[in-house]
């Protein structure tokens, strides 16, 4: 984790769990570089750290606190004291230079898409994703960005899980769940690869989708992996700048 980012103090963070209310929640504590924290774009910083865990965890954290160079509680022999740092996270006793945290998502499925009623072009298709997802990212769809990484708006295995049902569900397409983590495909990447399946003999002049399109997504699909953009700061999180 601490690799994501350079303003991050290798060997200088705690993560734990604590008690929510309906389940776990993960905390991540880590002091930032002396050289960077007056520098660094905070929001870069989170999206880093959160797209990390999800690639290799597929779960989202829920508090990220960054503190000063130097403020982690270690022992005398530079060993990190977890249990010391969760408890001063509980006390509010911890000094932030930044402190970011998840929002309570509120998605609820929607009604499962009949296959009469599924998106017949690749716009109306589109769209149905954005919405899709949108619901289980607890953002406006009009805050979605087609073409941003689906993962680095916090999809953790919970909602990819239920998105992946909806569409096997409403489009009779199944994907492995974990090709919303590898690779982080957006909305897009992901909208031209069902079309293909729902439309398999469609002519390509009138779906703006080639055969070599086709081709990559969908292995990369099928492998869970494909190459794209880094994260743009996700629009479903709030911060507090200290």
């Known amino acids: 984790m601490e690799a994501s980012h350079p303003a991050l103090r290798p060997g200088c963070s705690a993560a734990f769990a604590v008690a929510g209310e309906e389940t ?9 570089n002396r050289e ?18 999800l690639v290799e965890h597929e779960i989202d954290i829920s508090t990220i606190v960054l503190i000063r160079p130097g403020s982690l509680p ?4 530079g060993k990190i004291q977890r249990s010391a740092i969760r408890s001063a996270f509980l006390s509010e006793s911890l ?19 009949r296959p009469e009623e599924a998106p017949r072009t690749l716009e109306s298709l589109r769209d149905w994703l954005s919405l899709e997802c949108a619901s289980r990212l607890n953002i406006s769809p009009d805050k979605v960005d087609v073409d941003q990484s ?33 690779g982080a495909p957006s909305i897009s990447d992901l909208t031209s690869f069902l079309y293909k399946q729902v ?10 989708w080639s055969d070599e399109d086709a081709k990559q997504t969908g292995k990369a699909f099928k492998t869970g992996s494909s190459v794209l953009q880094p994260c743009k700061p996700a629009s ?3 911060a507090v700048a200290a």
């Not at 776990?24 to 930032?32: D, T």
């Open 24 to 32: 776990e929640r993960l905390i991540l504590v880590a002091e930032l």
């Open 36 to 53: 960077r924290r007056n520098s660094v774009d905070m929001n870069e910083v989170v999206e880093s750290v959160r797209q990390a865990i």
């Open 74 to 77: 270690k022992t005398s022999s």
């Open 95 to 113: 000094e932030p230079v930044y402190r970011w945290q998840l929002t309570v998502r509120q998605w609820a499925s929607g009604p499962t898409v």
């Open 150 to 182: 689906i993962a680095c708006y916090g999809l953790d295995s919970l909602a990819a899980a239920d998105l992946v049902i909806s569409i096997e569900e409403s489009l009779g397409v199944l994907i492995p769940i974990e090709s919303l983590f590898r």
């Open 199 to 208: 439309h398999p003999a469609e002519p390509d002049n009138n779906n703006e």
């Open 236 to 238: 479903r999180a709030f």
